[in-house]
């Protein structure tokens, strides 16, 4: 006669209890000391270069000459390197003329993009599916390089600042993105405000885009930073030097290696050139200041801004 033992309960983890350390749980001490210490890794190899370059930008020639390139601490705060390339011309110019393109082509972009984008969410708007349809297009088949060409020299517009605003002005994706959120709004509210009279302009610029200031600030900061960056345009239709803006700069001086002549930076009497990777760097800050200022006051609305916005379309 043979017994049957009882069977034993098969004990299963709770669940989120697993953990890349053998026995140990994610509350306990060495898994959040293992977390911590890949984070601190992690910020490391990303704030370590930004050092480096700020460091090299702001140390005195002998020690950027001594360290052979870059430093990581300068002994000695200078801004010599600033001061000839802003007293030079080149970079200055190209500081202003990236501001000017960056302000007017996103404010632009913003009108644009909004009453597109508001027109579309409407669905017994005039050409409302053709024009949708067409807009979905362009997401899938961009124009190339020569017919873009062709088509702003037959606009006149090589050599012109607008060839670095009107190709790029309305972005398909931003505009599918508000047009999903001006679709999830209440209908309510704005049928109400068609009853009591009110115009399809002031519904929008009066119920519309107050209810919207997190998904437009988002797509606003969208535009700045493409135009901010931009260089490729620049490249293509823009031939005067004193026209360029200051990515391309960067790309020519920075990633191209390029020779600053002595008309470009301008020092003191007597003084020496700064050396080429302090020139170098100075760039690189300069051309991430600007966008470093303006994202803390609009990344609050990063989040909402985009996954409200971007749930259904």
Same mark, same amino acid.
């Given at each position: 006669?043979?017994?049957?033992?009882?069977?034993?309960?098969?004990?299963?983890?709770?669940?989120?209890?697993?953990?890349?350390?053998?026995?140990?749980?994610?509350?306990?001490?060495?898994?959040?000391?293992?977390?911590?210490?890949? *984070?601190?890794?992690?910020?490391?190899?990303?704030?370590?270069?930004?050092?480096?370059?700020?460091?090299?930008?702001?140390?005195?020639?002998?020690?950027?000459?001594?360290?052979?390139?870059?430093?990581?601490?300068?002994?000695?705060?200078?801004?010599?390197?600033?001061?000839?390339?802003?007293?030079? @011309?080149?970079?200055?110019?190209?500081?202003?003329?990236?501001?000017?393109?960056?302000?007017?082509?996103?404010?632009?972009?913003?009108?644009?993009?909004?009453?597109?984008?508001? @027109?579309?969410?409407?669905?017994?708007?005039?050409?409302?599916?053709?024009?949708?349809?067409?807009?979905?297009?362009?997401?899938?088949?961009?124009?190339?390089?020569?017919?873009?060409?062709?088509?702003?020299?037959?606009?006149?517009?090589?050599?012109?600042?607008?060839?670095?605003?009107?190709?790029?002005?309305?972005?398909?994706?931003?505009?599918?993105?508000?047009?999903?959120?001006?679709?999830?709004?209440?209908?309510?509210?704005?049928?109400?405000?068609?009853?009591?009279?009110?115009?399809?302009?002031?519904?929008?610029?009066?119920?519309?885009?107050?209810?919207?200031?997190?998904?437009?600030?988002?797509?606003?900061?969208?535009?700045?930073?493409?135009?901010?960056?931009?260089?490729?345009?620049?490249?293509?239709?823009?031939?005067?030097?004193?026209?360029?803006?200051?990515?391309?700069?960067?790309?020519?001086?920075?990633?191209?290696?390029?020779?600053?002549?002595?008309?470009?930076?301008?020092?003191?009497?007597?003084?020496?050139?700064?050396?080429?990777?302090? *020139?170098?760097?100075?760039?690189?800050?300069?051309?991430?200041?600007?966008?470093?200022?303006?994202?803390?006051?609009?990344?609050?609305?990063?989040?909402?801004?985009?996954?409200?916005?971007?749930?259904?379309?």
């Amino acid at each position: 006669m043979t017994t049957m033992s009882p069977t034993r309960p098969v004990r299963r983890r709770p669940r989120g209890a697993y953990s890349a350390i053998p026995g140990e749980t994610p509350g306990s001490l060495p898994w959040r000391a293992l977390k911590s210490l890949i *984070l601190l890794v992690c910020v490391i190899a990303v704030v370590l270069p930004f050092l480096a370059i700020i460091a090299t930008s702001l140390a005195e020639a002998d020690q950027v000459n001594k360290a052979g390139g870059y430093v990581l601490w300068p002994d000695h705060i200078t801004f010599s390197s600033y001061r000839a390339l802003l007293s030079g @011309g080149l970079v200055s110019k190209a500081m202003l003329v990236s501001i000017g393109v960056t302000v007017v082509g996103t404010a632009l972009s913003l009108v644009s993009s909004v009453m597109l984008a508001y @027109g579309l969410s409407r669905p017994g708007s005039f050409g409302h599916k053709p024009v949708l349809m067409l807009l979905l297009m362009s997401m899938l088949f961009a124009p190339g390089i020569i017919p873009s060409y062709l088509m702003v020299k037959q606009l006149h517009l090589v050599n012109s600042y607008w060839s670095l605003i009107l190709p790029t002005m309305i972005n398909a994706f931003n505009v599918i993105v508000l047009r999903s959120f001006f679709m999830n709004l209440p209908k309510e509210l704005i049928d109400a405000a068609r009853i009591d009279g009110a115009s399809e302009a002031k519904i929008l610029t009066r119920i519309v885009l107050p209810l919207s200031k997190a998904s437009v600030a988002v797509i606003g900061l969208f535009y700045a930073v493409t135009y901010w960056n931009a260089f490729f345009n620049a490249l293509l239709y823009i031939n005067d030097a004193a026209k360029w803006p200051m990515q391309l700069v960067l790309r020519t001086y920075v990633v191209n290696n390029a020779t600053l002549s002595g008309g470009q930076v301008d020092v003191a009497a007597g003084a020496p050139i700064p050396p080429t990777q302090s *020139l170098q760097a100075a760039i690189l800050v300069l051309s991430i200041v600007p966008i470093v200022i303006v994202y803390p006051f609009l990344q609050r609305h990063m989040n909402k801004g985009v996954m409200v916005g971007a749930v259904k379309g």
